[in-house]
């Protein structure tokens, strides 16, 4: 199976669940492929939960969600080491995090001491308890979701964290024929559970190195860099893309040539990733409008900075 | 209806509406009446059969150079026409015709569309020669259909001129358009059609409003301003002869009289008498009479000096009625044709004084309108017969009108020479007027000091002079005689404007002469001062002809829109058709002195080859031309074979055929169909909007973008076969236009 075939048939798998949603799903798989990880932010009942489920089954790949919660503490997350008395010893009992797909519900619900617990997993893709560290199963993805809609006891991420998800994604609802067939379908408590994988998680790594050779021109780098310093010098926003932003958009564009079955970068792949990549990486200026996470603001900034950058020809 | 749909109709109806004016402004041969019509029809079935996906038009000739030839062909045509239909305008017109039929046609890139609203304008402005009240609607009619296709036009451009706003392919999910990249679906409305022409309607009724009204608006505060009040050099309240020195020249425009009842120019030239002057003290004229007493108003303006003329002696008499535009003059005098009888005009208060002279009560500050009705006296033939015994005048007219300073003999020995085989005051007169004006040289360059006696000095010793020293000579020798007379300053009009049928008067041409007094006619003018050899009208060129016109539509502005008269603006809409055919005659009389200029030169230079040479030197220019044709078609086939065979010179280097320079190519040629690539989009991004815009274009635009972005951003090395291919892909699409094919 060639890598086209096996993004296809795991892009069909997940779309017998999520229906009208082929984007989402590929942005989604994008995001798997640049060994990233996916902030989703919508209002819930779009399908949030059951697209990482669903990714996680195809994958034939192990999948835990963590719901957080205000009471939420980071032994939760990571695990925490229990006194064994047969063995006379303390055990480490891994937490949820020990999966491959991790699905933080609701992840600003909890309180910043347990988000944080996410961040070295996050970044290094292991773990350290009690001096202890422990990797973490490879493939690693954590899809995170948040209600924008509600702010009341919440626990805004910080600007670091942010940094740490490759794109931040809306679902969005379906289109008006789409919710009709997901209506009219056989109801079933769990459809992300009947769906078998197609890929092992092997093959989710060799995909993944793929990705890595995507080849990228030097006119396309240069244009990434001139939209990250675009980012910076612009007064609409207090502050730019950070070099790891600019990284992780280079990564997302060739998974994305990947996924479209191309060999090389385009600029249509920048110009479209954008927006996901980067708009979740800056906070917009004080003259622009209130609220620390002002994210439609800055979406509509960065697609200004997007269109007035022309693209290499 | 869809946009485009729309703007072709739009169009086609434009062209028709203009037809029907020229139609109905000019004459046109029964045939090119019947093409044209044929052709607007066959153009609007095809456009409203585009609907409906087929098209009656046919697209036989579709090649560029066809049409190139035609064009040339309908030119030689024109040229032909005009010679020998000797009707330069009408020739022009058909032409006009002519290419509108080949427009019809050819309606295929944007381009084509504009060429035909040119030609429509063009049509629109010729049938204003012939404009009549039918006008009015098809204006109407036509700024509608104006606004309509040009802002179709606008609507349907689709891609560059529009901020664009690019598909956002973010966490929404939705993906957005601008307006009008997805104008497919955009259809015309009734309420679109209704808002678009109420407000082109709003717009022309505004425009005409503030056309009418704002030249109007009295701005309240009287334009002292030095530098529009002409100082009357050459008309001066008073007549000093002493002071010589050479006159100015001066061209500024005093005043335009036009004649009301007749339509051509007086042989001598008009004049207008402005005041007169009946002391003379041996160095300078005074106005003895100058106590000046208020005319009342009648009705309608109408200021008349004498009641008794009113009636019917005044309808039998000759009188001649003229429309005057006075210019800023720093003198109150009123000028017309000598009698005025009447003034007529938005006038404050008219004064008349003894010499029969019409005042204002203060000098106008701008320009001012006014009818005057004068009665030209003539010589009654009871003055013609030698009377059976002497005439004796009035007390009061021997005493203003035989004054003579004193030490007139030599000048009173000198008229009873002169006249001494007259037998009547009229032909003492013509005695006097003839020895004067055979004797003496007219000149304007005198150069002299401070004369004692400058009426001694110009009759015995100088013998030259200007119309004031002959004016002055007539007047006093008269006198000496026992003739009444007096001097008459104002002006004599000689330049006249065909186009507007009006003297137009300049500073120069003020002017003095002689009125007489006889016993039974009255006051008669008669001037001693020969015609100046600079008074000669310039030869008639094209420069000249120019001018003419332009001070005629300056008139028109001036009459039809800053002098409020509804009257004369519906004589105005009356008129043009008359003065159409003259204008229109000028124009062709004044091309035919252009070619009759050049047909002389060239005449010239064959005579200076020889008659043996002149054969040769035809053969030579024909053999020239047809070269030129040659080349001209070489030219033109080369471009076209260019584009063709593009691929015979593949692998080439950038700028000759890389990958890059067809997709530069190609992007130029999409924006010449209306669909420019944003600078900021990317080419598969762009290659979708072609999918949406030019759905028949797309499939060759989507095999070069992927060729291009394969070796461009990929660095994948193309094959051979994949070159042609992309050479082939760029000479489909040249060979395709975006409206035609839809």
């Not at chain 1, 209002?43 to 963590?66: E, N, Q, Y």
Request: aromatic fraction near 10%.
């Amino acid at each position: 199976m060639t890598s086209t075939e096996a993004i296809r048939s795991i892009q069909d798998n997940i779309a017998r669940v999520i229906k009208g949603k082929p984007h989402a799903i590929e942005l989604t798989l994008v995001c798997l492929l640049a060994r990233g990880h996916l902030l989703l932010e919508d209002v819930p009942g779009v399908g949030k939960t059951t697209l990482a489920h669903s990714l996680a089954r195809s994958l034939d790949c192990s999948f835990k969600r963590i719901q957080f919660t205000s009471d939420l503490l980071p032994s939760d997350i990571v695990g925490v080491s229990i006194f064994n008395r047969q063995k006379q010893a303390f055990e480490f009992v891994r937490g949820p995090i020990f999966a491959n797909i991790v699905l933080a519900d609701e992840i600003n619900r909890t309180t910043p001491k347990t988000q944080s617990s996410l961040l070295e997993a996050m970044s290094e893709a292991q773990i350290s308890v009690d001096n202890q560290t422990y990797p973490l199963s490879q493939p690693f993805m954590v899809i995170a979701t948040q209600n924008p809609s509600e702010y009341h006891g919440t626990f805004p991420l910080p600007e670091s964290q942010l940094d740490r998800f490759l794109m931040r994604l809306r679902i969005g609802y379906p289109a008006p024929d789409e919710e009709r067939k997901i209506l009219a379908r056989t109801p079933s408590l769990r459809p992300a559970e009947e769906l078998q994988p197609v890929v092992t998680a092997q093959e989710v790594l060799e995909l993944q190195g793929q990705a890595d050779q995507v080849f990228m021109d030097e006119s396309l780098t240069d244009y990434i860099l001139s939209l990250v310093q675009a980012t910076r010098h612009t007064e609409l926003l207090s502050l730019g893309v950070s070099p790891r932003g600019g990284l992780a958009l280079s990564r997302a564009a060739k998974a994305l040539a990947l996924v479209r079955g191309r060999t090389y970068c385009l600029p249509d792949d920048i110009r479209e990733l954008a927006p996901i990549v980067l708009s979740h990486r800056v906070m917009v200026a004080r003259s622009q409008g209130f609220g620390l996470q002002n994210f439609g603001q800055a979406e509509r900034i960065i697609q200004d900075i997007i269109d007035s950058v022309p693209v290499p020809v | 209806m869809s946009l485009e749909q729309a703007f072709r109709i739009s169009s086609v109806l434009l062209a028709g509406v203009s037809f029907i004016a020229l139609v109905l402004g000019t004459g046109l041969p029964a045939w090119l009446v019947f093409f044209t019509t044929v052709a607007l029809l066959l153009a609007f079935v095809g456009a409203v059969g585009a609907m409906a996906g087929w098209s009656s038009v046919p697209q036989a000739a579709r090649s560029t150079i066809t049409w190139n030839v035609l064009v040339l062909a309908a030119f030689f045509g024109f040229v032909v026409d005009s010679l020998t239909s000797d009707e330069l305008l009408y020739a022009g017109l058909r032409f006009l015709l002519v290419l509108m039929i080949m427009k019809l046609f050819h309606l295929r890139h944007r381009g084509d569309y504009l060429h035909l609203l040119a030609i429509t304008v063009v049509m629109m402005l010729a049938a204003a020669l012939g404009a009549d009240l039918w006008y009015v609607p098809l204006v109407i009619a036509y700024f509608v259909l104006g606004v309509w296709t040009l802002f179709l036009y606008g609507m349907t451009r689709p891609l560059g001129t529009q901020p664009f706003s690019p598909v956002a392919m973010g966490p929404r999910q939705q993906t957005r358009y601008p307006s009008g990249l997805d104008h497919g679906g955009e259809k015309v409305t009734v309420r679109l059609l209704q808002v678009a022409s109420g407000l082109a309607l709003a717009v022309l009724g505004l425009t005409v409003l503030f056309f009418y009204m704002l030249p109007r608006l009295d701005t309240k505060h009287p334009r002292i301003d030095e530098g529009t009040v002409i100082r009357t050099a050459g008309f001066s309240q008073s007549v000093d002869l002493g002071a010589l020195g050479p006159m100015k020249l001066d061209p500024r425009i005093v005043m335009r009289v036009e004649l009301l009842d007749q339509a051509s120019r007086e042989r001598k030239g008009l004049y207008l008498r402005g005041m007169a002057f009946d002391h003379y003290d041996g160095r300078s004229w005074v106005n003895r009479l100058g106590r000046r007493w208020p005319i009342h108003q009648m009705p309608q303006r109408t200021f008349a000096l004498q009641e008794q003329h009113g009636g019917e002696q005044m309808a039998s008499e000759p009188f001649y009625r003229q429309r005057i535009l006075l210019e800023p003059l720093d003198t109150p005098v009123l000028f017309g044709v000598p009698f005025i009888e009447t003034v007529r005009g938005k006038l404050p208060a008219v004064q008349v004084d003894g010499g029969g002279s019409f005042y204002l009560s203060v000098p106008i500050a701008k320009p001012l309108e006014y009818t005057a009705v004068s009665r030209p006296t003539v010589v009654l033939p009871a003055d013609l017969r030698p009377p059976s015994s002497p005439y004796h005048y009035h007390d009061a007219v021997l005493q203003y009108f035989t004054q003579v300073p004193p030490q007139s003999d030599r000048v009173a020995a000198l008229a009873r020479t002169v006249a001494q085989h007259a037998r009547t005051p009229f032909e003492q007169a013509r005695a006097v007027q003839d020895y004067l004006a055979r004797h003496y040289r007219y000149s304007l360059e005198l150069v002299g000091s401070e004369q004692t006696n400058p009426l001694e000095e110009f009759l015995f010793e100088r013998k030259t002079g200007y119309c004031e020293h002959y004016a002055t000579a007539m007047a006093i020798m008269l006198r000496t005689l026992g003739v009444p007379s007096r001097l008459a300053t104002g002006f004599l009009a000689t330049e006249w404007n065909e186009y507007g049928n009006y003297y137009v008067v300049r500073q120069r041409d003020a002017h003095a002469w002689v009125e007489i007094y006889l016993p039974h006619s009255g006051w008669i003018v008669m001037d001693p001062t020969p015609p100046a050899d600079e008074n000669v009208a310039p030869a008639e060129g094209l420069w000249l002809a120019w001018t003419k016109l332009m001070d005629h539509l300056q008139l028109r502005w001036n009459r039809v829109v800053v002098q409020y008269s509804a009257a004369d603006q519906l004589a105005m809409v009356e008129g043009v058709q008359v003065n159409g055919a003259a204008i229109s005659h000028k124009v062709r009389k004044s091309f035919q002195i252009l070619l009759g200029t050049v047909a002389g030169v060239l005449e010239k230079s064959a005579n200076l080859l020889g008659t043996a040479t002149r054969d040769r030197a035809i053969a030579m220019g024909l053999t020239g031309l047809a070269l030129l044709g040659l080349f001209l078609g070489i030219w033109l086939f080369r471009k076209q074979s260019q584009r063709t065979f593009l691929g015979r010179n593949a692998q080439g280097k950038y700028g000759d055929g890389s990958i890059t320079w067809i997709y530069e190519e190609m992007l130029s040629y999409l924006s010449t169909q209306g669909l420019q690539k944003p600078t900021h989009i990317g080419p598969l991004q762009f290659s979708n909007i072609i999918r949406q815009q030019w759905t028949e274009a797309s499939s060759v635009v989507e095999a070069i973008t992927s060729l291009y972005c394969k070796e461009r951003f990929g660095k994948v090395p193309l094959t051979l076969e994949e070159h042609h291919l992309a050479h082939q892909r760029l000479g489909e699409l040249r060979n395709r236009t975006r409206f035609a094919n839809q």
